[in-house]
């Protein structure tokens, strides 16, 4: 999928008529648009792009939700701001956080019960579902940085581990040798 939040406009669009498979004259006849202004919404770069009004017709000639899933992206845009993981033990607590949220969704849709889920239930798992995938992001942003680096370039988080710890055997084995001396 995509990075929709490093998308300009006329790269999700070109990415819907690409999914689609359609020609421009083709997503303009079922827009109902002139072919001139489809093309100049595809060729022209960000000086000229559709309005809002647009949107729906323009997903609905595509047959796609990439418009949509873009400018959702664009809205909710902080998760582009997390800062790089440090080590691993921050990715995995990203990840425990992102395992805590479907607990809660369980949690929820447990304690329905037999009496099934309601229109207020279902507005609460919605919610949670919403927390699910922030925290998803979140972790998605932590390793933003490592995973956009050239393959050699690359260094993994391994390294980016905290420092080693004595086992517990190594230490009495250690207090074993310091008593004989």
Known sequence: MPDYTTMTAVE????AKDVSGLTAEEIARR????VRVVRSYL????????????LPGLCRALGNRV????LAAQC??????TPA??????????????????GDVQRCLAETGERGIDRGCAREIRGLLGDVMAECRYA???LRDLAGEAAGDMRPLCCLKAPERRRWWRF???RDEDAAS
């Open 85 to 102: 993981a440090k080590d691993r033990a921050e990715v995995l607590t990203a990840v425990a956080r992102v395992v805590a949220c479907v």
């Open 43 to 54: 060729d022209r770069g960000a000086g000229y792009e559709p309005g809002l009004g647009k």
């Open 31 to 34: 827009a109902g648009l002139p």
């Open 12 to 15: 999700a669009l070109r990415h």
């Open 172 to 174: 009495w084995a250690g």
């Open 140 to 142: 998605q942003g932590l």
């Open 76 to 81: 909710e845009g902080g998760h582009g701001n």
């Open 67 to 70: 418009l949509l899933d873009w």
